[in-house]
């Protein structure tokens, strides 16, 4: 089993930032996406589950069940793709008024074929760290739209 974790600080409100965080519709073919859509369930309620099909690093469809989700708190789901399993664990912390941190945990269990030629870990944590610096940018960007990053 591999894991890795890490944060990212974000100069804009708690609230903003998990707002845009679970805004399916914004990520629709932006950042490492192409399309998002629920397939099952309440979305954001335990056991709902979604179709993420990527375009970075490659196109590919993963399929992800919700086993928990707190609003302005954590988000944690199961990802399956190419033969591995991921669960990831999303923490949001409020440090002051306009700033947050995301701490992003992922553990990844299976092999991919060999067929790929390359170790595909390394590749899914670039994708992970992309996204969230992406998330960053968002934020930090609707934050000083609506004047509410402090």
Not at 31 to 43: E, L, T, Y
Not at 71 to 78: G, H, P, Q, T
Not at 101 to 122: C, D, N, T, Y
Request: one cysteine or more.
């Amino acid at each position: 089993m591999q894991s890795f974790e890490f944060e990212v600080e974000v100069h804009c409100r708690l609230e903003l930032v998990f707002s845009i965080y679970t805004d399916l519709d914004r990520w629709r073919n932006r950042s490492i996406f192409a399309d998002i859509r629920w397939v099952k369930g309440i979305p954001w309620e335990e056991g709902s589950r979604l179709l993420v099909e990527t375009r970075v690093p490659f196109h590919n469809k993963v399929d992800q069940v919700v086993l928990h989700c707190t609003a302005n708190d954590s988000v944690s789901y199961l990802s399956h793709v190419l033969g591995i399993t991921t669960e990831t664990r999303i923490t949001f912390r409020r440090i002051s008024e306009g700033q947050t941190v995301i701490w992003v945990r992922m553990q990844m269990v299976g092999k991919v074929s060999r067929a790929l030629g390359f170790a595909i870990e390394p590749v899914i944590l670039k994708a992970t760290k992309r996204y969230f610096e992406d998330l960053r940018r968002e934020c930090e960007a609707a934050g000083k739209d609506s004047g509410t990053n402090s």
